[in-house]
Every structure is written in structure tokens, then in C-alpha cells.
């Protein structure tokens, strides 16, 4: 089993930066895929990125490629999302999650964090 938290979120004005963190417990982190999803109110979670168990194969929405970059450190039991030149359409809470396939699917994931707010307002 794996329980994962994420933090790192916040307020930050139109093209500033955020970098979120989620952290993992339990021996088995670097078997997962990794991926994070938002949900803004009203909307349905979607997908924002994913990275293999390796790290070697990562994928972005089209809506944050560019600007966003996934990593994660299996030493660490770790996965960032850096966050540039966010929009005003970023905002939302971002989830952190695990599964045992690659899949940007949100169904493919068993594994959840509590969420984390981002809000991008002037």
C-alpha cells in the first residue's frame, strides 16, 4: 500500500511559479507510475502529467505542456511537478497519484493524495 501527500501549493499571481511535492510512503514507490491530476470547481478531474516507475517515459497535457515539468526522485520516494507561467485556468486542487500501469486514465489509479489547492489570481 502506499499513502501519498502532497504539498507545495498556494496563491500566486498570472506567470508566476509553484512547485508542487508528493511525497510517498512504503518500499514499493519506484514500481508506481506517478501522475497528477486537478479538479477546478464545477469541472471533472483531468489529467496534467505522468512519469514511468523509471522516470525514463513522461507525458503533459497539452494545456500545460511547455510550462510544467514532472520528476521524481525514487531515492527520495518523491515526485515533483514544477509549475511556470501559470494562467488563471490553472487554478484548482492538484492530486497526487500512483498506479501499476502507465495509464493517464484516472480510473488506472488506486492510490490518492488529500489534494493540494493552487490558485492563480492577481
Known amino acids: 500500500q502506499v499513502q501519498l501527500l502532497e504539498s507545495g501549493g498556494g496563491l500566486v499571481q498570472p506567470g508566476g511559479s509553484l512547485r508542487l511535492s508528493c511525497a510517498a510512503s512504503g518500499p514499493t514507490f519506484s514500481t508506481y507510475t506517478m501522475a497528477w491530476f486537478r479538479q477546478a470547481p464545477g469541472k471533472d478531474r483531468e489529467f496534467v502529467a505522468i512519469?514511468?516507475?523509471?522516470?525514463?517515459?513522461?507525458s503533459y497535457a497539452d494545456s500545460v505542456k511547455g510550462r510544467f515539468t514532472l520528476s521524481r526522485d525514487n531515492a527520495k520516494n518523491t515526485v515533483d511537478l514544477q509549475m511556470n507561467n501559470l494562467k488563471p485556468e490553472d487554478t484548482a486542487v492538484y492530486f497526487c497519484a500512483a498506479a501499476g500501469r502507465y495509464s493517464i486514465r484516472s480510473e488506472s489509479y488506486r492510490y490518492w493524495g488529500q489534494g493540494t489547492q493552487v490558485t492563480v489570481s492577481s
Open positions: 512519469i514511468s516507475s523509471t522516470g525514463y517515459s513522461r
